[in-house]
């Protein structure tokens, strides 16, 4: 809307931004062997030295899953769960990542190539301009086992947590996102998923920015990929691909500047 131009590659991020990674940290702990998904961690009042949940003001927490602080995207569950898991091996803990996300860990391409990834069974490939060649980064990026669990993760997140607004009636939708500070004062917001959830088609990355709070990924790129979905499937009518019967609450348009969507065809 205000003409603003948003290089992905390009763009930079903080070290707010660099503990949010949930979705890759939630398949790094998986194949650390140290954690499953139905481990609990006890994420008490949502603070844990400086780190806090979106809900500390409320309480937090208490006592999450693993797969339940994917879906709720609790940091304190994270970050407890990475220091069992890793300890003072951080290195350890950057290798993974940085494999995960195709070695780009402080780029929005790099989550999208990582999430594409997930749909695909794990097999990585370099997002390119449609008609291109496919290049595969990788065959497998972790344990199939692992995959699958962080695909329940990830659809349980949208079915049951904090990113339902990115929910179909009509197909399940498996996502995950973040939202912290781009500067001083611009919140950035971005959700990555796929769909269907059980045979994925397209990847989808929503990126907003605004000034201040409120700002949540779910709430407000949520409905924008909930909507790309619906123009995905009406355009290349795809209802009886993706046909499935579920309820979706029925969620308000928010007053956001859209900074980019990206959608990556499954390959």
Known sequence: ??????????????????????????????????????????????IYNDVKDHNWYRGGYGQLTLEEALGYRSQVAFTKAKEVAFGDNSLQYVS?????????????????????AVANGGRMV???????????????????????????????????GLFHKAGRE?????????????DKKTRRM??????????????????LEKNGIPANAGGMCGPIMANT????????DLHSVVARSRKIE???????????TVVAQYS
């Open 1 to 46: 809307r205000k003409g603003k131009q948003f290089n992905p590659y390009m763009d930079t991020y903080n070290d707010e931004q660099s503990v949010m990674m949930t979705g890759p940290t939630y398949l790094a702990l998986l194949s650390s062997g140290k954690f499953s998904s139905d481990d609990v961690i006890d994420t008490d009042c949502g």
């Open 96 to 116: 993974k990542i940085t494999t995960y996300l195709a070695g780009m860990p402080n780029s929005a391409m790099g989550m999208l190539t990582f999430y594409n």
């Open 126 to 160: 370099q997002l390119v301009t449609e008609g291109d060649d496919v290049i595969v980064l990788d065959d497998q990026i972790a344990a199939p086992e692992h995959i699958a669990t962080l695909q329940q993760g990830l659809q349980q997140a949208v079915s049951r």
């Open 170 to 182: 009509y197909t399940d939708v498996a996502a995950c996102g973040r939202t912290f500070w781009a």
């Open 190 to 207: 971005e959700l990555c998923g796929y769909f269907p959830a059980d045979n994925p088609l397209y990847t989808i990355m929503v990126i």
């Open 229 to 236: 979905i619906d123009i995905l499937v009406d355009s290349y």
């Open 250 to 260: 029925i969620v308000e348009e928010q007053d956001v500047v859209v900074v980019d």
